[in-house]
T-cell receptor, first 114, second 114 residues
């Protein structure tokens, strides 16, 4: 079945550092790809998405490019802030005969120190 | 604020009991999804409803059931509860049910089985 693999955490960085969280996927067909973020005590918030190969999703300084040749959707940010501390989930949309479900990676906990 | 409302926020109950979790989707969204988040299994898709009809089933136990009502709110019923059912249960909604539409998540219901 379809699956998503994220880099293992936790990841700890200093403020203003460059961030990369790796995400690779296995899928039949052409899934849409998403990054969600979960702040402590809250639900998942959509961070960005890409629906086809070579699409770049971006939001709040975060970017990710849908790479079909490497089956990857790595999350990047040029300069992180303390407020970016959260758990980040990579997900793909698995269409099942007109239905939809999200398949999530295991999540990567990110801590940014001032 | 995602616009998805889940109640209650916390539930504490005992093994063997039955509980009902409630979800109100974003205004205009026809699809409702239920997910379970646990430490050992991560985020797992349970079930999807679209405009009152079941669309897809994931790893949902037979002790669990769900429905979507004419006003589009949904309920997840968990019965004969076991210790292993302790988890965070999320509801999400989307406009339709296609793979490129993002799902918007509520803040979840934390279920603790004593």
């Amino acid at each position: 079945g379809n699956s998503v693999t994220q880099m293992e955490g936790p990841v700890t960085l200093s403020e203003e550092a460059f961030l990369t969280i790796n995400c690779t996927y296995t899928a039949t067909g052409y899934p849409s790809l998403f990054w969600y973020v979960q702040y402590p005590g809250e639900g998942l918030q959509l961070l960005l998405k890409a629906t086809k190969a070579d699409d770049k999703g971006s939001n709040k300084g975060f970017e990710a490019t849908y790479r079909k040749e490497t089956t990857s959707f790595h999350l990047e940010k040029g300069s992180v802030q303390v407020s970016d501390s959260a758990v980040y989930f990579c997900a793909l949309s698995d269409a099942l005969q007109g239905a939809q479900k999200l398949v999530f990676g295991q999540g990567t906990r990110l801590t940014i120190n001032p | 604020d995602s616009g998805v409302t889940q109640t209650p926020k916390h539930l504490i109950t005992a093994t063997g009991q039955r509980v009902t979790l409630r979800c109100s989707p974003r205004s205009g969204d026809l699809s409702v999804y239920w997910y379970q988040q646990s430490l050992d299994q991560g985020l797992q898709f349970l079930i999807q409803y679209y405009n009152g009809e079941e669309r897809a089933k994931g790893n949902i136990l037979e002790r669990f059931s769900a429905q979507q009502f004419p006003d589009l709110h949904s309920e997840l019923n968990l019965s004969s509860l076991e210790l292993g059912d302790s988890a965070l249960y999320f509801c999400a909604s989307s406009v339709g049910g296609t793979s490129n539409q993002p799902q918007h998540f509520g803040d979840g219901t934390r279920l603790s089985i004593l």
